[in-house]
């Protein structure tokens, strides 16, 4: 009796597409992940490119303050008498910001507002003076002189507080001839939620002084 060979059929697992499946889901998800991490790193980005803008024309505009009591205050002529200047007056709030720079001598703190909670307002009303430094645009205005001007979501501004007369060891050898200024100064970014607010104190003395008598 001879015995004839059997063909045994193998049998079909699946092994090899279940494989596949696998391996792409795992190319899938690493896919998924790099792609989610740019998208993170390039808000990061954007937002710290707000900051910087919105940082850098604060800046701007505190200089400009400083300017301002330097050279258009009378702050020069005012300190021989430890009066700050005729623009020396109680600040208010205002219905519209003031376009015209004075100086203060009461702080944004009596007035109801910290100066980290910009833009600085009091029951409804703002506070502080508008300045916007050159080759810069607020949203929703044009500027023809300028139209590739950086476009900022509000207008900057900036509060003088007059502090006094200095001490002796701040000023050294100017006695009582100076005055004391502090400077708040604050900017958006392009977005309504980037806010920059820096602040200054700066010294106003002379040397030789008019003291009132000539």
């Known amino acids: 009796m001879v015995n004839l060979p059997q ?12 494989s596949s499946l696998l ?3 795992v190319v899938t ?3 998924l992940s790099i792609f989610r991490s740019f998208g993170i790193q390039e808000r990061i980005a954007g937002n710290t490119r707000d900051k910087q803008r919105a940082l850098q024309v604060a800046a ?5 303050a400083e300017l301002w009591i330097a050279n258009s205050s009378g702050a020069p002529i005012a300190v021989a008498t430890g009066i700050a200047s005729s623009a020396d007056s109680v600040c208010a709030a205002s219905a519209t910001m003031r376009t015209s720079p004075q100086i203060c001598i009461n702080n944004l ?27 810069v645009s607020v949203v929703g205005t044009i500027d023809a002189t300028s139209p590739s001007a950086d476009v900022y979501y509000d207008p900057p501004a900036f509060y003088i507080t007059d502090l006094g007369q200095p001490a002796g060891s701040l000023v050294p050898g100017a006695g009582s001839k100076g005055e ?3 400077i708040d100064a604050y900017a958006s970014g392009v977005s309504a939620t980037t806010i920059a607010v820096v602040e200054s104190t700066v010294v106003v003395s002379c040397t030789v002084c008019n003291l009132g008598a000539i």
């Open 7 to 18: 063909n045994h059929k193998r049998v079909q697992t699946g092994i090899v597409l279940v």
């Open 29 to 31: 998800i690493m896919a």
């Open 109 to 135: 703190t009596s007035l109801g507002t910290t100066v980290t909670n910009a833009p600085w307002m009091s029951g409804g009303q703002y506070l502080g003076v508008q300045y916007t430094p050159p080759h």
């Open 180 to 182: 004391v200024y502090k």
């Open 23 to 25: 391996l792409l889901l």
């Open 60 to 64: 701007s505009v505190q200089q400009y």
